[in-house]
């Protein structure tokens, strides 16, 4: 890699809803040096899966737009949407890498998905070519932390997830110490995530 390469951390994921959590790994791993910024990126709806509870991309999209105002070091990529389906991780890596030749993309990933790396699509050029961030989630202790091309951060555990938060608007809970504010507000003002009667 070239040291004089911005150094830029992808986060994928549905973001359904982003949250607190998603915000806080984000933001450590850009200010504690592991990446310069960290992008996230929203993946598109999976045709194969239950489409009922996961909203369209707008609205998912509208939700990051609203939680990254005014962020540092944060940002939004929403290059998966536009790309032939299914999209690999590598596929949109390697767009990436040729829309922004002056930038070095590298993946960050759950050390839950650290356990099914090898099933991904091209997996060791992924390695190789881009290299990897491991957080830790709970329950899943890390394994494997020596092996090439990955990077152990030491981000601080936090046990929330899009589904706890979408369970939990659907029950009437006040979410607002769970996702940003004007998330909460969006969500509740467009009456997302309610149980259809």
């Known amino acids: ?46 045709p194969l899966k239950d489409p009922s509870r996961l909203l369209p991309d707008t609205k998912r999209l509208q ?17 998966e949407l536009s790309m032939p389906r299914p999209s690999y991780t590598i596929d949109t890596l390697d767009l990436l890498s040729r829309r922004y030749p002056r930038k070095h993309f590298r993946l960050i990933i759950g050390s839950d998905n650290w ?3 090898n099933r ?8 190789d070519d881009y290299g990897v961030i491991v957080y830790p989630r709970p329950g899943f202790p890390i394994e494997n932390p020596n092996a090439d091309g990955i990077e ?6 936090v046990n929330i997830s899009s589904t706890f938060v979408r369970d939990a608007v659907a029950r009437g809970k006040d979410m607002s110490f769970f996702v940003p504010p004007a998330v909460c507000k969006y969500i509740r003002d467009n009456g997302l995530y309610q149980i259809k009667k």
């Open 120 to 127: 991904w699509r091209d997996y060791q050029r992924i390695l």
């Open 63 to 79: 939700m990051l737009t609203i939680a990254l105002k005014g962020a540092m070091k944060l940002d939004i990529c929403d290059i």
């Open 115 to 117: 356990r099914e790396f």
């Open 1 to 46: 890699m070239d040291d004089r390469k911005e150094r830029i951390g992808i986060l994928g994921g549905s973001f359904n809803p982003v949250h607190n959590g998603h915000l806080m790994l984000a933001s450590y791993l850009a200010q504690w040096g592991y990446v310069d910024e960290v992008w996230l990126t929203l993946s598109p709806r999976n």
């Open 152 to 157: 152990v951060a030491d981000a601080p555990m």
